[in-house]
Every structure is written in C-alpha cells, then in structure tokens.
C-alpha cells in the first residue's frame, strides 16, 4: 500500500526534502559564519577603511616607535648596518626625544631579499605601537614588504631602495605611504652610461643582474642610456644570487668583446664577477664597473686585488653639505671606524624626516599622553620641500621620491684594497 501525506507526497519523500532543508539550513550557517569572519579580517588588515590609517595614542612616559627593516645578516651586513648607524646618530642628535616622550628604535633583518623583507615587514605590522618605519635596503625586500606595511597604516623611508619601480606613477596604491632619501636609478644609470660613452670612450657594453628588482632595473636604465649615446650592448647576462662559478656567463660575454662590463650586483656575486674576469680569456682588456650595491670594504674582501682599476657608480659625497664633516666625525667617536657603505647620510635623512614630521603632527594631550594620526604623518611627509638634509636638499613629489640625487663615479686603487676603505673622492661627475 503506498500512503500519501499532504499535497500528494510519500513518508520517504518528505524525509527527503526534511533532510535537503536542513543541509541547505547548515550551509548557510557556514557561509554566514565564513562571512563574517571574512569581514573580520578584512577590518583587521584594512585599518584604513574604518579610520584613516590608524592613530598611535602614547601614554605618558612611554616611547616613540621607530622600526627599521634593513640586511643585518649575511654578506650585504655592511649595507645595513651603516643604514642603521645613521638612524641612531640622528636621533641623538635630534635630543633623542618628541615631545617629551623618549624614541624607541628596533629592528628587523629582510636578508636583502623578498622573502626577509616580506617576513619583517609582517612582524613590524603586527606591531601597533609603530609610527613609522625605516627601509628596506634592497628594492627586492620592498617591492613586497611596502604593501604590507601600508595595509597597517604604517609609512616607510627608505634610505637605499634605488630601484625605479618603487616610485613608478603605475606602481600601485599599496606603496602610497613610501617615500626614499636616496636617488632613483633612472639618474644612477644614465650617469654610468655617460661616463662609459663620453669620458672612457668605449663604444660597446655588456652587463649582468641578478634577478633584483634592484639589479635588473639599474642594468636596463643603463643598456638604454647607453644605446641612445650610440653605443652596442653586446649581451645583457643574468646570474643568481649565491652563485660562485661566473666563468660560463664571463666567457659568453667574452665572445661579443664588450669594452666595459657594467654589474650592477651585491657583494658575493660582484666579488665572483671581479675575480673570475681577470681569468676569461677575451676580456684582458674590458673595463669594469659595479654600482652602489657593492660599494663597500666587504667587497674588497670579496674580490681582493682584482678590484683595482675598476670603477663605481655611487652617490657623491664630496657634493654633501658641510654638515656631513660633522657627521663622520660623530661616526667615528661613536663606533670607532668610518661609514662602511654609501648610504649612511641617506639614513640619516629619513630618520629626521620622519621624526620632524612627527613633531608636526603629534597632538599632546594635557595628561602627558601624544596621540599621532599616521595618515596626517604620512601628507607630512610628502609635503617636505626644501628640507635641508645631510644629502642635500630634499623636496618630495608625489611619488615619494625626495633625494637631491647626486651620482659620482669612484676609480679604485691599490691603496683602497690594503686600507680596507672606499675611495671617498670621486674621479667624474656630470655636473660642476
């Protein structure tokens, strides 16, 4: 017998849409579930949405926080640290507090590449108590930590990133909070493709990159600047970082005989590079030149006397203002040794930019408390015209590109090799 309930419908298929309505009840539980937890975490990483870019409250007594992202680690420490250097001379000198309220410097390491940079950039967003930040040294280390830093309403100064793209009008919203202290590589390539034209009359180049958003870009501002001149590029290599065996890419180069071989790398490949040439057969007689990357004692010890001879493009310290004489010797007081690479001042700079900026828009409160809107920090930032810095004048656009780029170019010599120093004199420079 088939019994029948309601509306013509059997027991099983009742049972059945009973059972379809109570999945379908279930699933919209999880999806409402899933929902909100979605939005949760969307307010959480997009503090801009609900307020701004965030506002840092300090209680009285307690510190402003300043955190640096730099290569503290590994054979480009160099970089880093002297980057760090500036920072602290800068706060000393700035009386080492804001409004009362002492400046709390820490740090984190990106080993100058995009996964440490995107990994200390994580760790400084996830602290609320930072301002602002300073960094990275390598463009590759930015490219992805800006964004994440911005996403927290923390912005960043960078006193070293060169690499074009990071002030690119097309570079997108997440790095709308990042400004720079040092020189584009637009002027840094152009300057070393002039030299090579114009003053060591070579009519052919090679180059060779890492792979570095830093690395590539330098050595294509550099092909296209040079070609314009009139001149051949004859190969534009690539090698990775932590190779050591340079002899394949070398001889490959070797077979276009380039009069100059343009490397703008870092310290352990450049070392490679610079002593490996010497051993090519075919490239006896091409000239060599790295960039600011590898504008450091370390490497001298990385390429040792096969560096001698070869020429730098490097910002030109000789241009800096008086105030930079003050500044080494401070450097040399507190830490016993002269700056070891080229961007010292540069961070320096960002360090006063940052806590000036601070000064302008930190609202102390009658209970001994300074409450800072990063947003407000940031447009302060941006507006800096005609600040005078130890690098120079800077004026930012709106891009964030706020330098007084002066681009040098340095000839090593014996003597630089056995003191273990960076020649701080340079041989051209394409202006009076």
Request: glycine fraction near 10%; charge should be positive.
């Amino acid at each position: 017998m088939n019994s029948h309930l309601g509306y013509g419908f059997n027991q099983q298929q009742v049972e059945f849409f009973n059972t379809v309505i109570q999945k379908g009840e279930e699933l919209m539980k999880r999806i409402l579930t899933l929902f909100i937890v979605l939005i949760a975490v969307f307010c959480l990483a997009m503090p801009a949405a609900a307020a701004g870019k965030g506002v840092v409250k300090i209680k009285k007594g307690e510190p402003v926080h300043i955190a640096y992202w730099f290569v503290i680690s590994g054979p480009n420490t160099s970089l880093g640290m002297d980057t760090v250097r500036g920072i602290e001379i800068a706060i000393e000198d700035f009386g080492k507090k804001i409004k009362g309220h002492p400046i709390k410097l820490t740090g984190e390491d990106t080993g100058c590449g995009p996964e440490g940079g995107q990994a200390a950039a994580t760790k400084i967003a996830s602290d609320p108590s930072v301002v602002a930040a300073i960094g990275s040294n390598c463009s590759s280390a930015a490219k992805p930590g800006v964004p994440i830093l911005w996403a927290a309403g923390i912005p960043s100064v960078s006193p070293s990133n060169t690499a074009p793209y990071l002030t690119d009008p097309k570079r997108g919203d997440g790095y709308s909070g990042y400004l720079r202290t040092c020189h584009n590589d637009t002027v840094q390539g152009a300057v070393a493709a002039q030299f090579a034209k114009d003053v060591l009359k070579v009519t052919s180049a090679a180059t060779i990159h890492d792979g570095s958003v830093y690395a590539e870009q330098l050595a294509q501002v550099f092909a296209a600047n040079f070609k314009k001149m009139g001149g051949k590029i004859t190969a534009q290599e690539a090698v990775s970082p932590g190779d050591t065996d340079m002899r394949p890419v070398l001889t490959s180069i070797a077979t276009g005989k380039p009069g100059l071989i343009y490397y703008p790398i870092f310290i352990a490949e450049g070392g490679h590079i610079t002593r490996q040439g010497k051993e090519v057969s075919g490239l006896e007689k091409t000239k060599m030149m790295g960039a600011d990357g590898i504008f450091s004692p370390d490497f001298y010890k990385a390429a040792g006397e096969a560096a001698v001879g070869m020429y730098h493009t490097s910002p030109d310290f000789s241009a800096f203002p008086a105030a930079y004489k003050d500044f080494l010797k401070k450097h040399q007081e507190k830490y016993g040794k002269k700056p070891e690479a080229p961007f010292h001042a540069h961070s320096y700079d960002a360090a006063m930019m940052i806590l000036k900026s601070i000064d302008k828009v930190g609202v102390a409160g009658k209970d001994g408390s300074l409450t800072i809107d990063r947003m407000k920090l940031r447009d302060a930032m941006y507006a800096t015209k005609g600040f005078k810095g130890m690098t120079g004048t800077l004026n930012c656009d709106k891009y964030g590109d706020c330098a007084d780029p002066r681009i040098a170019v340095y000839e090593t010599n014996i003597d630089n090799i056995k003191k273990g120093e960076m020649p701080t004199m340079p041989i051209w420079k394409p202006y009076k």
